[in-house]
Antibody
Framework: EVQLVESGGGLVKPGGSLTLSCAASGFSFSSFSINWVRQAPGKGLEWVSSISNVATYIAYADPVKGRFTISRDNAKNSLFLQMNTLRAEDTAVYYC??????????????WGKGTTVTVSS | QLVLTQSPSASASLGASVKLTCTLSSGHSSDAVAWHQQRPEKGLRYLMIINSDGSHTRGGGIPDRFSGSSSGAERYLTISSLQSDDEADYYCQAWRVGSWVFGGGTKLTVL
């Protein structure tokens, strides 16, 4: 079964740091690019960051640029998101999401169940 | 700038059909769009990708009650023979180099 399992969420004070992990199984992890996507309470989905299969391409959404770092360890089938200088507006459920290509377009085809990050004093 | 627009809510009766719309912003009418379902306590699930010509590919295990179509800049998700389990939030998603975009979501109520 293709699966993505996030961990590492929790309560952190503003200005603090947290590292999220995503463990992949059931597919060839090193062949796929992965996103982090978040969802603030009661809100819609927001893309956070992307990393290509061998980490040659990395991109960040403007709200997290310079504060978050995405990385992966293909030998351990794992994805990470290092989050620094956290703000209240970073409070959300964070999902890792595999993406695939159809013609010229990319689309998410597998979602994890998410891990909750709460930034509050 | 790529923007996806969805109606905030929709409703239809048990057993009926409903058509959800995702509208691509100007200049992006040739883009593909993916649809995702978020049911309460069940997480997110990829449903299908819809191309500008209306061709679509469902994800594994998605029943053929879910179908897709296109017209101009609009990408449609049609759910037929509605079940109570279809009550969920539905998000469309597109991609451009350097960024991913989601619609605001449509909350579907099954009456």
């Amino acid at each position: 079964e293709v699966q993505l399992v996030e961990s590492g969420g929790g309560l952190v004070k503003p200005g603090g740091s947290l590292t999220l992990s995503c463990a992949a199984s059931g597919f060839s992890f090193s062949s796929f690019s992965i996103n982090w996507v978040r969802q603030a309470p009661g809100k819609g989905l927001e893309w956070v960051s992307s990393i290509s299969n061998v980490a040659t391409y990395i991109a960040y959404a403007d709200p997290v640029k310079g504060r978050f770092t995405i990385s992966r360890d293909n030998a351990k089938n794992s994805l990470f998101l290092q989050m620094n200088t956290l703000r209240a507006e970073d409070t959300a459920v964070y999902y890792c999401a595999r993406f695939s290509k159809s013609g010229m377009f990319y689309y998410i085809d597998v979602w994890g169940k998410g891990t909750t990050v709460t930034v509050s004093s | 700038q790529l923007v996806l627009t969805q109606s905030p809510s929709a409703s239809a009766s048990l057993g009926a059909s409903v058509k959800l719309t995702c509208t691509l912003s100007s200049g992006h009418s040739s883009d593909a769009v993916a649809w995702h379902q978020q049911r309460p306590e069940k997480g997110l699930r990829y449903l299908m990708i819809i191309n500008s010509d209306g061709s679509h590919t469902r994800g594994g295990g998605i029943p053929d009650r879910f179908s897709g179509s296109s017209s101009g800049a609009e990408r449609y998700l049609t759910i037929s023979s509605l079940q109570s389990d279809d009550e969920a939030d539905y998000y469309c998603q597109a991609w451009r180099v350097g960024s991913w975009v989601f619609g605001g979501g449509t909350k579907l109520t099954v009456l």
